[in-house]
């Protein structure tokens, strides 16, 4: 790397992280500087150097753009706040080494991981630390292993259920005709709520999976609703819930995944008988807006807590797990239904009040119409 000269200076005074390179005055360093200087801010790593005294000699773009700010002849501990790196930077300096480390480091108001190599320069003036943003990575990697955790607690409850009755059965319990009934009937139901559990995590991977959805067709949501409705007519008898529809008179025909749009809102009406007391009433309303069409599901249920209104559209989450699991229920219904709409280009909001029923709406974009 080029020692410190005219290039650095240049930055240094420079106004804005973002400035091109001086032009090139035609001296054999200067072009080498500005060769330098090219290959350096293309990298998508930041990286700076630093001199024998713990000064900043030398950034990048990239660097500049992360700390925004410039830090040219500033101390090196106080670019990127961490102890390893600290440590690493002395230990190429004194000891000629080079280290990888992983960090975390409070940037802005935002925590950032990072993975840096700190090498000494050949010369043993200064050090290079190249730093890898893996903040992204790093809470993917979180959200994965929460997922694992989250299903395989999910899969043990039900597993642990029929393992249990099983033996009991087998210890001499299937003699007796009542309980042999009675646990066989438990079986069923557990074994129901895995194959429902793994058909939802498939369900969940495919609205997550770009580039897996059925071709789109035009289709007259209206009667996709109506179908909706009448398939879950029997169920509201149950729960003694009315279940009535307010259409628009007018076809609202979208460009859209049928499939994709009946899970939608055969999950949205379900939730709202599930959630609401006998003798409540669900209203499954479609209208056309501007640029939209806007498809609502109101329920005089128990209603969302507000503190829970962005967290029921996380993997799993529910709000009352003892009531969700009676019902069968795996958490993962919102989060698939977030995933088809917003696939199709839409929103969902929720309104709700405790006791006294919430709204889902979810907005799907008319093909063809600029976005308000
Ligand atoms: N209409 C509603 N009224 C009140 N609470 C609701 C309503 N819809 C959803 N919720 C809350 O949000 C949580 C998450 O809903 P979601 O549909 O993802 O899961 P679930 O209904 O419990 O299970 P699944 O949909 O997998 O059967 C529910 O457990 C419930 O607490
Ligand atoms: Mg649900």
Redesign the pocket.
Known sequence: MSPPGTERDAAAAGPAPAAPAPPAIKTPVTVEEARLRTILDSMVEAVYVTDATGRVTLTNRALEALIARDVVGRRAKNVIRSKELKRAIRRARKRNQATDVELESVIGDKIHSFHAQVSPLPDGEGVVTVLHDVTRLREADRIRRDFVTNASHELRTPLTAIRGFAETLRDGAYKNPTDAERFLDAILRHAKRLQ?LAE?ITLLAQAEAPGDDDEPVALDVRGAIRECAASLESFAKERDVRLSLELADEPLVLELSGRAFEHIVL??I???I???HAGGEVVVAARAAEHHVVVE?R?R????PEK?RE???E???????G???H???????????RNLVRRMGGRIE?E?AVDV??T?RVRLPVPGSVED
């Open positions: 429902r939802d999950n949205l379900e939730n709202a599930k959630y609401s599901v329920d249920g128990v209603g969302i829970y967290r029921i559209f993997r799993f989450y529910r709000v009352d797990k009531r969700s699991r019902e069968g229920g795996t958490g993962l219904g919102l989060s698939i239904v929720v709700s029923g919430s889902f």
